[in-house]
């Protein structure tokens, strides 16, 4: 009787683990088309994949990774219906569930950085912009962290940064009747140091976000271009007229520099296109 008892339940895990493996199997097939359906652009049809791999190997990362960036290709920045807001939710719950797993897996902590920027996007009030900007740096400095050679997670710091303290520099010089051309710094003393203590720190940080990404790229023609845009928020926040013309004359240095090097990089892919022919 125990020996049947024995034979019974090894031939229960052997049916258990073939059904185990039929179940792998059928996973990676649904993945492989899902893949297919996500590289022609039918991302509905991906997404029923991903969902049906996921449910047969609940403990297939790639699978789950795949999920949620197909909710994430659909998602669309500014539209505000409920299918659209749908989709954002599922894709950062996809990749909340990847982080459990993997909490250093770039693509899920990359891609949540992007969907929050994204979400910041659009017309909206001006507290949830700032809610969703501040919920993209918090994953893109996680990002930097993981992952310290990235310079996409330094310039995306630097971009928030600018993001952040823009609207409301501009909102301020509307307000005394200042013209977006006009010289600055902020006329209104009181005003412009409330603006100072509020904004300058996130103005210094950007710029020393910036400044790692050159220095991971030094050709990083885009870094350089926030760098000047941030020079110009520093500008218009500084004590006086002369302050305000040496923050300028550093912003438009960067500009120039970007536009060099730019030309260089051109000059370069141009050359090389010259020796393939």
């Excluded at 599922?90 to 459990?100: D, G, N, S, T």
């Excluded at 893109?140 to 962290?145: F, S």
């Excluded at 240095?253 to 051109?266: D, G």
């Amino acid at each position: 009787m125990k020996k049947a008892n024995v034979k019974l339940v090894a031939g229960v895990a052997v049916l258990a683990l073939f059904a185990t493996g039929c179940e792998k199997l059928r996973a990676r097939d649904h993945l492989n088309k899902g893949v297919q359906a996500f590289k022609t652009a039918k991302y509905t049809q991906a997404v029923d994949h991903f969902k049906e791999a996921v449910q047969l190997d609940p403990e297939f990362p790639t699978a789950r990774l795949y999920l949620a960036t197909a909710y994430m290709s659909q998602y669309i920045p500014g539209a505000e219906s409920p299918e659209n807001q749908q989709n954002a939710q599922a894709a950062e719950q996809e990749f909340l569930k990847v982080l459990e797993k993997d909490s250093k897996n770039t693509v899920a902590i990359s891609s949540l950085a992007s969907l929050h920027y994204n979400q910041a996007q659009g017309n909206q009030p001006m507290e949830q912009k700032m809610k969703k900007l501040d919920e993209a740096k918090e994953w893109y400095t996680k990002l930097g962290e993981v992952e310290p050679t990235n310079k996409e997670a330094f310039y995306s710091l630097g971009v928030i940064a600018w993001a952040k303290a823009y609207p409301e520099r501009m909102a301020a010089r509307a307000k005394l009747g200042m013209k977006p051309e006009d010289p600055g710094p902020v006329k209104d003393a009181k005003l412009r140091e409330e603006l100072k203590a509020k904004w300058g720190p996130v103005v210094d940080e950007g710029i020393k976000n910036l400044e790692k990404a050159l220095q991971i790229d030094p050709e990083y023609d885009d870094a350089m271009a926030y760098i000047n845009l941030l020079y110009r928020e520093r500008a218009d926040l500084s004590e006086n007229a002369e302050a305000y013309k040496q923050h300028s004359q550093t912003a438009d240095n960067w500009v120039q520099k970007s536009l060099e090097t730019k030309k260089i990089k051109a000059d370069r892919v141009a050359k090389k296109g010259n020796v393939a022919e």
